[in-house]
């Protein structure tokens, strides 16, 4: 398998309940995961991410690649504004996964919200590989994925995490440090990343 040469490709919501699962694996110990929902089960971690992707999956910006084995939602400049929006429609659906009626939930995702960049821009929200595919190099296809289009357009792309060796991951595909800050309350570090504005290519004469 040569992930270069592998396309990802558009999910639908028939898609919707086996990514989950897999991302539900993927994000098991990730800190801006665990830190909201500390007590959650797979179970309702995959519940949890069923509700976050469905939204991705009809709007059309949910790609996946190798069958189920990985998977990035990438939101384009317009829909990237409206992820405050976007993110707080979920929360009804999420409360009963987080325990204490999504306080602890509201409060990290309204700060993480406050740090979204003015400056419009593709969005990574979210990318996972399933644990058995790993090292394999079918994340950094599909983020490589989302670059390209962001490119095309002359757009920067950013994204949050808070896990630390992600950090020299998407610094490798061109992100920047431009914030890092702990979250209130004992929350995790997340480090904001964005790439450099790139004008778009001019197409051949």
């Not at 409060?107 to 419009?120: G, K, R, S, T, V």
């Not at 670059?147 to 920047?176: H, I, K, M, W």
Request: aromatic fraction near 12%.
């Amino acid at each position: 398998m040569d992930p270069g040469r592998m396309v990802p490709e558009q999910a639908s919501e028939a898609h919707v309940a086996d990514l989950a699962v897999m991302f539900a694996a993927a994000f098991r110990d990730d800190a801006m995961i665990r830190w909201p929902m500390p007590d959650a089960t797979p179970a309702m971690l995959a519940e949890f991410f069923g509700v976050l992707l469905t939204p991705y999956a009809r709007s059309g910006v949910l790609w996946k690649i190798h069958g189920y084995d990985g998977a990035a939602a990438w939101l384009p400049p317009a829909m990237a504004g409206r992820f405050c929006e976007i993110e707080q429609s979920t929360r009804a659906a999420i409360n009963p996964l987080t325990g204490g009626g999504g306080a602890r939930y509201a409060a990290f995702w309204d700060w993480l919200n406050a740090h979204l960049p003015d400056e419009p821009g593709w969005f990574l929200d979210l990318v996972a590989v399933a644990p058995s595919a790993q090292g394999r190099g079918l994340g950094r296809r599909l983020v490589a994925h989302g670059l390209e289009r962001a490119q095309a357009d002359g757009y920067p792309a950013f994204l949050e995490t808070g896990t630390p060796g992600n950090v020299p991951f998407y610094q490798s595909l061109g992100f920047q440090i431009v914030g890092q800050q702990q979250a209130p309350d004992g929350g995790p570090v997340i480090w904001f990343m964005q790439t450099p504005r790139i004008a778009p290519a001019l197409p051949a004469e």
